[in-house]
């Protein structure tokens, strides 16, 4: 009799426990929103035509920018060189080290809305004597201008990256522009090259790409298209080759839907330029006076930020068919040189710096903003998420001499594998993630991917879970190819606002991914819900 009562009770606390569990699943979240059949899995399909290889994937795509903004380049990348954390000519050794590790093909500096208020000449010669200017445009703080020109090709050459230089076109001059660019390239005996010379660098750099101007239609100076155009058909006239380099001239483009901006430039100056920019940040709420949090939000603030940055596949798609229209060859490329999500500050920090954290939605994201690039390669040849450290999606935060890496880092060092490549088309069939009562009012489909395949013939797929509550078990087929050796790598965490502190700067990490069975040339995964996973084959 006493077994019976000690097993009824055990029955009992197990039904209880399993009844908590069903309501905690299906309990409303806030805003009133309805989570879609939470802890269910959900099938899908994905086809990979190994047997119709499109473009190469510029590994550009992959590029970075680091602008005079909050802590990005001072205490970020920049400390001194008798500062005592550990530096290479005053640059963060830890940052150094992390940054190499993604290959990162184009640095963009000096902004952003401060390159155009800045001049050139200050950021030469010795540091103590260099002026101090307010940034008026992040803080109203003292600019020090110890990160200058050399600095900041110092630390492209350190990492492995082009540089990528935005010249001043609102409050700075044709003149201006043109020494610049024959003081970094020029390898002559004019007095320009014999300055840089007598500040300490010999040989000329490589400047491959140059903006002449950023977002010209606001920060930028309020232009109109029209007048932009003819400033900028003025301006790269003067954009200058010296001894071997050649610059791409990149335009300032629109920002999200602005068509009408490229349909100007591009019917009235596509022959003077080799590139148009495109801007689009991912905010949750839609509204900049009040975007939303980095960590505190429901499954309501998930949903809309996917729906937001999806978006990016429809404004590419519209302004490339402008840019067909007058460039058929496609010889332009579409920049799409500021890119990532945005949020209200972190509580208690100064709202010029832009600092916010940065979490497993922000991996989500970035994962399906680069396999869009990556589907557009046939236009899209550059994509700078904002920024590298310290500022909005960045990949690193630092605290003194602390240093950690963020979700966001992660996804661009597993897709770093893309680069270069040869883009593979992909279909992939998979029901929408839906939720009722979110802001964006919108679908999103539950899966999202991109393939390519390297130059030793591996094949590269990577796969974007959307939805934070179901796993995916994916029927995977490869056409035109034998499967061999899988390996995987994945992305996840136990919540949606997961996010890598410096006080547990794990929390949402790579791990090896075993979900996947092979037979023949058909692959079966197990995705987890709120993932990235990058599968090579």
Not at 236 to 245: A, C, I, L, P, Q
Not at 313 to 329: G, L, N, R, T
Not at 427 to 438: I, M, Q
Not at 478 to 486: H, P
Request: contains cysteine; glycine residues 8%.
């Amino acid at each position: 009799m006493s077994d019976a009562r000690t097993i009824l009770k055990k029955s009992l606390r197990l039904l209880a426990l399993m009844t908590t569990a069903a309501f905690s699943l299906t309990a409303p979240l806030p805003g009133n929103c309805v989570r879609a059949q939470a802890g269910r899995e959900f099938e899908a399909t994905l086809v990979l035509h190994a047997d119709q290889p499109k473009g190469t994937i510029n590994r550009n795509l992959y590029g970075q920018f680091a602008e005079h903004l909050g802590r990005v380049i001072y205490d970020g990348l920049w400390v001194g060189e008798d500062s005592p954390i550990p530096n290479t000519r005053g640059i963060r050794n830890d940052v150094i080290e992390a940054l190499k590790k993604l290959n990162i093909p184009v640095l963009r500096w000096p902004g952003g809305c401060f390159a155009d208020e800045y001049h050139w000449r200050d950021g030469i010669g010795p540091r103590a004597k260099r002026p101090m200017r307010l940034n008026t445009w992040w803080g109203n703080v003292i600019e020090t201008n110890a990160f200058g020109t050399h600095e900041f090709m110092d630390l492209c050459e350190l990492i492995g990256a082009d540089a990528y230089v935005g010249g001043n076109v609102a409050s700075g001059t044709p003149q201006e522009m043109e020494e610049w660019i024959e003081y970094m390239t020029s390898d002559s005996n004019s007095t320009l090259a014999n300055l840089r010379r007598q500040n300490g660098r010999e040989k000329p750099w490589k400047v491959p790409y140059l903006a002449v101007g950023n977002e010209n239609w606001g920060c930028g100076g309020n232009m109109r298209a029209e007048y932009y155009t003819d400033v900028y058909r003025r301006y790269s006239t003067f954009v200058k080759d010296y001894s071997g380099n050649h610059i791409t001239r990149i335009a300032s483009g629109a920002s999200d839907r602005n068509y009408g901006w490229t349909e100007v430039l591009m019917s009235q100056a596509a022959k003077q330029m080799q590139g148009l920019s495109l801007h689009y940040y991912t905010l949750p709420t839609g509204d900049w006076n009040k975007k939303g949090s980095a960590t505190q939000f429901g499954e309501d603030g998930w949903h809309a930020t996917l729906a937001r940055t999806l978006l990016m596949d429809e404004f590419i798609q519209k302004h490339s068919a402008i840019m067909d229209k007058y460039d058929p060859q496609k010889r332009v490329g579409l920049m799409v040189d500021e890119w990532g999500t945005w949020y209200d500050n972190e509580p208690g920090t100064n709202l010029g710096m832009l600092y916010q954290q940065n979490g497993i939605r922000d991996a989500v994201v970035a994962g399906i903003n680069l396999n869009i690039f990556n589907r557009h390669s046939d236009r899209v040849q550059m994509a700078n998420i904002a920024q590298m450290v310290n500022v909005l999606q960045s990949m690193i935060l630092t605290n003194k001499e602390r240093m950690i890496v963020t979700p966001t880092y992660h996804v661009f060092e597993m897709y770093k594998v893309h680069q270069g490549a040869t883009l593979i088309p992909v279909e992939v069939t998979a029901p929408d993630y839906t939720l009722s009562g979110t802001s964006s009012g919108a679908s999103v489909p539950s899966l999202h991917a991109s393939a390519s395949r390297d130059k030793a013939g591996k094949l590269h797929i990577s796969i974007v879970n959307l939805d934070p509550n179901r796993s995916a078990q994916v029927s995977m087929k490869i056409v035109g190819a034998v499967v061999g050796n899988i390996t995987g790598r994945v992305l996840t965490a136990p919540s949606m606002n997961t996010v890598n502190t410096f006080d547990n700067p794990d929390a949402v990490g790579p791990a090896p991914f075993r979900g996947f069975k092979v037979q023949g040339n058909q692959v079966t995964l197990i995705l987890p819900s709120k993932s990235v996973v990058v599968l090579e084959m």
